[in-house]
């Protein structure tokens, strides 16, 4: 165990060191940095943390984040409401949104189904997505969660789910391939053979 | 620019994202991450930073970090205070206590001299190096600063002035050498030509 001179430097050390990814040795740069910082610097940080932890609401319809009960992309009379775009976390949420090239709405999981993990379906939103489907007029499902066997086994439980009640809405996965950049010999087996298998016009491509 | 679903989540992340060697990936992650702990944890992690912040002091003596106006170690009679380290930073003062090998005291001089990134002679700690020396009883200083230009000239400028103001006090500085678990190929040339030319008798080091 370290010794430190200060036990205040020592408690915010440790709790920089609770934050996944940051090793003691960051968390003790980190602490110094911020003691280096103005107090209103360091206010700012820590109050941009606390009032995002106290005053943050999670959407009650997809569970985005968001500053009102209803996340701005719910409420957007410009986005398709019919289309749901399913992701496992609201980091997925951002980097959807960040592409610019999707105009429907989303439903946070909060997760995956991991019964190695302890998760199973009552632990992630899938009943509230199925609600939706109940109550609201949707027209496609996209399924955008990880290519990993978790992310795979909830895609087809939601998919079930989904047939049981309605037979019209079109469910959709989004696209496994070779990443734009990287080569085909690094690229796994798997993603190469559903590469090959959903092979796409080559014109299509340039649009 | 990223947009966010929230502007709270959004000025947390702008925050996090301040932090040295913190990208804006890793904003959003340790963002997210703090919003899924419960409040208790997130007023525990903000509250010590904010703690340490407003209720460090800088000892008076020695500039190290402490929880009262002079720090453990300078108070401390179980230390030889005519014994000064003179280092860089506050890390490397927690880095050497961890060897716990050094029984003297400290001096951080919170940087050294660099012309390139205008840190001046007074900017950094010395005035009160040289006072402690004129008026304590000191018996050594080590200089145990970066092996960097910088460091260089920053213990050359403070052996040159402790010389003229006492001639028998002993300047030593840390040794430098190939770091243990490393092979001699990959040691750069001058660290190999210091560690030759400052080579120890053997049995000295089975001591």
Redesign the interface.
């Given at each position: 165990m370290?010794?430190?001179?200060?036990?205040?430097?020592e408690?915010?050390i440790?709790?920089?060191a609770?934050?996944?990814?940051?090793g003691r040795k960051?968390a003790?740069?980190?602490?110094?940095?911020?003691?280096r910082?103005s107090?209103e610097e360091?206010?700012?940080?820590?109050?941009?943390?606390?009032?995002?932890?106290?005053?943050?609401?999670y959407?009650s319809k997809c569970h985005?984040?968001?500053?009102s009960p209803s996340?701005?992309?719910c409420s957007n009379p410009h986005r398709n409401s019919s289309q749901i775009c399913v992701v496992q976390?609201?980091?997925d949420?951002?980097a959807i949104?960040?592409t610019q090239v999707y105009k429907g709405v989303y439903h946070v999981l909060g997760g995956v189904i991991s019964p190695l993990q302890g998760i199973g379906i009552a632990d992630i939103n899938i009943g509230s997505l199925l609600s939706r489907i109940d109550m609201e007029e949707i027209g496609e499902v996209i399924l955008a969660l990880p290519a990993t066997t978790e992310g795979d086994t909830t895609a087809y439980y939601i998919s079930q789910h989904i047939r049981k009640r309605n037979q019209n809405i079109q469910i959709s996965v989004i696209a496994r391939g070779v990443s734009v950049g990287n080569d085909l010999e690094n690229t796994d087996e798997i993603t190469l053979t559903r590469s090959i298998l959903n092979r796409v016009d080559f014109d299509s491509t340039l649009k």
């Open positions: 370290q010794e430190y001179s200060s036990k205040l430097l408690n915010a440790n709790q920089i609770k934050l996944p990814g940051i960051t003790v740069r980190l602490a110094l940095y911020l003691l910082q107090s360091v206010s700012l940080f820590t109050e941009s943390i606390a009032n995002m932890k106290n005053n943050i609401f959407c985005n984040v968001s500053d996340c701005e992309i976390d609201i980091r949420v951002i949104e960040n």
